[in-house]
Nanobody, 114 residues
Framework: QVHLVESGGGLVQPGGSRRLPCAAS??????????LGWYRQAPGKERELVAIISQSGSSTNYADSVKGRFTISRDNARNTAYLQMNSLKPEDTAVYYC?????WGQGTQVTVSS
């Protein structure tokens, strides 16, 4: 059974940083086979794509709202992806989800507030 587990969420002050890992387990194939994405959903809003990374990690794409502040990466040897979030703003407050193939993690809450 495939599991995606996000962690690293919490309360952070505006301008601060946070790193979210997403660990995959139970995969019936190599973690490096597929692209992976990070999404987020703020209260009362639809889930939106934040960033996506290719199988090898050589190609990435970001939502305009996070470009230059967030970095997506992956360690295929560890079956883990990361979302490094810098210069956080209150509008980044949301539940952050990892997506891989047809699977979703349970999400991790990030709250940006002073």
């Amino acid at each position: 059974q495939v599991h995606l587990v996000e962690s690293g969420g919490g309360l952070v002050q505006p301008g601060g940083s946070r790193r979210l890992p997403c660990a995959a387990s139970g995969l019936p194939f190599s973690f490096s086979n597929l692209a992976l994405g990070w999404y987020r959903q703020a209260p009362g809003k639809e889930r939106e794509l934040v960033a996506i990374i290719s199988q090898s990690g050589s190609s990435t794409n970001y939502a305009d709202s996070v470009k230059g502040r967030f970095t997506i990466s992956r360690d295929n040897a560890r079956n883990t992806a990361y979302l490094q979030m810098n210069s956080l703003k209150p509008e980044d407050t949301a539940v952050y989800y990892c997506w891989y193939d047809k699977y979703w993690g349970q999400g991790t809450q990030v709250t940006v507030s002073s």
